[in-house]
């Protein structure tokens, strides 16, 4: 008596499944679908019966006969250097900690500091130095040059030359320099906003800055009234 083999047909049906992935899409590198009948090869999957083929061809076991998953996408090319919880900014490709403009992308999943729209501040300036001539943006700030002697006994005098002032990725420097400029021993800058743009009651301001030590010096930000009221 001779004995055959018999196959499920739940075993006959994988089988079957797999040969019509190997026949069909060996030929349908970089084609997401294939038609069993015709053995063409598709982007979409327009009817139910075409067969999902994975990205490099062949029979696709192990993907469970689903379409491949598509790429993760890629970071903004501006977040080259910047750490995944921070925002980059495309037209300076500057990193910064707050999405203090609209147009700041994400370098991550999630920046710790997410802003929502209506949260982006009324005023901001990043320095993105976006004309590249290293000013700051004269719609945003005035110098105030000269001495200011009568009010603080200041021995600096104030200017908006390059070498005490410039914007460098994406940061406002301020340099002191001992030198001898109009019959005065230092120079250094000093900028304001004011009759520039105003702020009242419930505002908030944020300001991240770095001040050097050492004997002499006296950095400071001051937020005082539109009219100098109290000198």
Partial sequence: MQMKPKL???????????????????????SAFCSPQ???????????????????????????????????????????????DQWCSPKSSSCYDIQAKPYYQPCGDDPRDRVVVDEIPTWADEFDNLDGSGRVNASNWVYENGDNFANNQELQFYTDRSDNSYVQGGVLKIVAKCEDYSNWGYTSARLTTQRQFDWGPGHRIEVKARVPTGRGTWPAIWMLPSDNTYG
């Fill in 8 to 30: 499920s047909r739940s075993l006959l049906s994988k089988r079957m499944h797999e040969e019509l992935h190997s026949s069909c899409c060996d030929s349908c590198a970089g």
């Fill in 38 to 84: 015709s053995m063409t090869c598709y982007a979409t999957q327009a009817k139910s019966y075409y067969i999902s083929c994975p990205a490099s061809g062949g029979s696709g076991e192990g993907d469970g006969g689903l379409a491949p998953s598509p790429p993760t996408p890629a970071l903004p090319a501006c977040c080259g250097g910047c750490r995944t």
